[in-house]
């Protein structure tokens, strides 16, 4: 067991990739908090976690074996962070690994785009990962030894249509991770991003009913780029790319972004 006696906080963890991450990192010995909104957002056009979602992920992270809590926690508010990073340190005296994986996308043109609709993307994908950097650090620093992920997209490194909001988010992720995989190296933390293609998790499913898809031609379409026709990008591509992180195997590794994205982005346009 790879993580056996860590503790992992994983962000947005109730369902999809991060869900997906919490349970790769339970099966190899991690206790887990999930830190989700669970509750629905103004501008985002399908619902988000609700807290009968997260009470079953407990259940199922503690069906393996680990102790597992679930914190209500909307990452955009700083006073949220501070308190899930506070229960976390009563119930298990430490944070291990952190893995930023909230999200949530609307798709507009920038000319039609609201400031709320910016803010509520910008807010949960970049501020949220500086809040939970910002307030799990100082245990990091104080234990010399942690793992940050975060969970970037192909929309860090390419533009997609309709979502200058979601890209911008995404390409910031990426350059935090960078700028604070320096910062932190003297105290043996590492600081990575994970950068997926498209996943059918609820997130994708949202965006296509919004778009009066049906699933099959959904996928199709979000399938256009990946040089893998035979298999789809699964949560658990995204959750072991993590886990990978998580671990000392990769104890020379930051300030890096991974592609699990079926070769999407190493495509001649
Ligand atoms: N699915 C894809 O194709 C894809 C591709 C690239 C990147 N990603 C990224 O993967 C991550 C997980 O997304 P997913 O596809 O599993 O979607 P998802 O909707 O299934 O899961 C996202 C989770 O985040 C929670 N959440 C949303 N806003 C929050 C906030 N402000 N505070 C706390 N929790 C919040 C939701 O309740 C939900 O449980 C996101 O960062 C997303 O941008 C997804």
Known sequence: MRLEGKTAIVTGG?????????????EEGADIVIGDICEDMETIPYRMSTPEVMAEAVKSLEGLGVKALG??????????????????????????????NAGNSSMMAVADMSEQEW???????????????????PKMIEAHSGKIISISSVGGHRGFGMGAHYCAAKHGIIGLTKALSMEVADHNINVNAVCPGTVWTPMMQGIASFFGMEEEEAKEAFLVGHSFKDREIMPEDIGRAVLWLATE??????????????????RAP
Do not use: P
């Open 119 to 137: 803010d509520e993307v910008l807010d949960t994908h970049l501020k949220g990962t500086f809040l939970c950097c910002k307030y799990v650090l």
């Open 14 to 26: 109730a369902r999809g990739n991060g869900f997906a991450a919490a349970k790769l990192m339970a």
């Open 249 to 266: 195997d990769t104890r020379c590794i930051t300030g890096q972004s991974i592609l699990v994205d079926a070769g999407w982005t190493a």
């Open 71 to 100: 914190i209500k926690c909307d990452v955009r508010k700083a006073a949220d962070v501070e308190n899930m990073v506070d229960r976390t340190m009563e119930k298990f005296g430490k944070v291990d690994i952190l893995v930023n």
